[in-house]
């Protein structure tokens, strides 16, 4: 394929599919707990995309991924319950970093198209978020769920300008190759994580 963001879909489609179908947050009897549960996975999975993704904006004027003020929102959610006493805040996860690490080896020459894929992971969960806010957010209120209100009524904006500038920067074959490549990894890094979970609370990954 000769479009980015179309290989990009293509490519993780099924990964995607994956995810989303075994999140807890999604059932309809979701609750706060397994909220907060998503948010430990998501700043593990975030912490350590956060020096890729810096990279990645000194590299491309005009967009900023904002990983702090991502990792902030999760902190607040954390915050935001007694029950965060039982929930730490985690370390940066290592089987995320151990997967980019391995992506950019397999494409020692487009190390920033790898990077590309892997925030088109975190963009587009961006969009996810707020549909999963307006399921959760009458049911777990008064709770703010910080994170899933992403950017609000510009998310939709920020998605667009996202679009345009992975188009500009991943466009040759080998780029598009090596942004998939690091989208997979990202999805892999974070689908450890819930498959951990289900392990732990004796449920079929």
């Not at 980015?4 to 099924?14: G, I, K, V, W």
């Not at 397999?106 to 894929?117: I, L, S, T």
């Amino acid at each position: 394929m000769t479009d980015a963001l179309q290989a990009l879909r293509h490519a993780t489609a099924e990964r995607h599919a994956q995810l989303d179908s075994g999140l807890p947050i999604a059932r309809a009897d979701a609750s706060l707990t397994d909220y907060l549960e998503h948010v430990q996975a998501l700043a593990a999975w975030l912490q350590a995309l956060w020096p890729a993704l810096q990279t990645l904006q000194a590299h491309a004027p005009g967009f900023g991924f904002a990983p702090a003020a991502r990792l902030s929102a999760l902190r607040e959610d954390l915050a935001h319950t007694a029950e965060q006493a039982t929930l730490p805040w985690p370390r940066p996860s290592a089987t995320t970093a151990l997967c980019l690490e391995q992506a950019l080896a397999r494409h020692p020459g487009q190390a920033d198209a790898v990077r590309w894929g892997m925030a088109y992971v975190v963009e587009g969960s961006q969009l996810g978020g707020q549909v999963l806010h307006r399921g959760l957010a009458p049911r777990l209120a008064p709770h703010p769920l910080r994170y899933l209100q992403g950017d609000g009524a510009g998310t939709g904006a920020r998605w667009k300008a996202f679009m345009a500038l992975l188009r500009t920067h991943v466009a040759s074959p080998p780029a598009i190759a090596a942004a998939c490549d690091g989208a997979l990894a990202a999805f892999q890094g974070l689908q450890a994580h819930f498959d951990t979970m289900d392990a732990t609370q004796g449920t079929p990954a």
